[in-house]
């Protein structure tokens, strides 16, 4: 018997180039798995339906929400964003690990609701850096932006509820301790004891 995958819960302010690292660390090893919440945000451009999201209309989000759908929702710059149960469930349980890239509030619902999940917040190295990286983004208008430094302040806020923090200031090195946050936990004994059943010494 093999213990079931660990989730990976993500955070950090729009702008601390999470993505770029989940990826990196996504595409080179095939033991983790991105969690592909839904939105109701209209993609951007490049993303994918079903890839980067499950892009949906309010209506059948609401639906999602009346139905127990979602492990956590929340809603994030006029639009709602959710993690449904199958995303977590589905991954785990085959004994892949899987990264949710979820705002604070999500975050803080998955605390109370997700045995077992190691939460790493991901900074940016300082406001200044993380202004222009937000700037340097040309599909937002302005007043995105705005809000988005705001919500940064709050989040910053909530750091409290992570147990590792990761600056990405070179993305090689936050890539390198992101995947020691989860080589970590790979050897944890929980993790380690049900495949080594035949060490029974009883
Ligand atoms: P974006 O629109 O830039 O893809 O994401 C905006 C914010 O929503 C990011 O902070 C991202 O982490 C968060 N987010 C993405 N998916 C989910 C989700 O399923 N649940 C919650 N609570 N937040 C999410």
């Known amino acids: 018997m093999s213990a079931a995958g660990t989730p990976f819960v993500v955070s950090g302010p729009s702008g601390a180039g999470k993505s770029t690292l989940l990826r990196r660390v996504i595409s080179e090893d095939p033991g983790v798995r991105f969690s592909v919440s839904h939105t109701t945000r209209p993609p951007r451009v490049g993303e994918e339906q079903g890839r980067d999201y499950h892009f949906v209309g309010e209506p059948e989000f609401r639906r999602m929400i009346d139905d127990g759908e979602f492990l956590e929702w929340a809603e994030y710059q006029e639009h709602l964003y959710?993690?449904?149960?199958?995303?977590?469930?589905?991954?785990t349980g085959q004994g892949l690990d899987l990264i949710l890239e979820v705002e604070v509030e999500g975050a803080r619902q998955l605390k109370r609701r997700l045995d077992g999940a190691v939460f790493v917040f991901i900074m940016p190295p300082s406001p200044e850096v993380l202004e222009e990286r937000l700037r340097g983004r040309k599909s937002d208008a302005e007043e995105v932006i705005r809000k988005r430094l705001e919500r940064?302040?709050?989040?910053w806020k909530a750091i409290d509820m992570y147990r590792y923090v990761i600056v990405n200031d070179v993305l090689e090195r936050a890539e390198a301790q992101l995947r020691q946050v989860i080589a970590a936990r790979r050897v944890e004994r929980e993790r380690v004891l049900p495949s080594l059943a035949a060490f029974d010494f009883g």
């Open 82 to 91: 959710g993690t449904s149960r199958e995303a977590v469930s589905g991954p």
């Open 152 to 155: 940064a302040r709050e989040e």
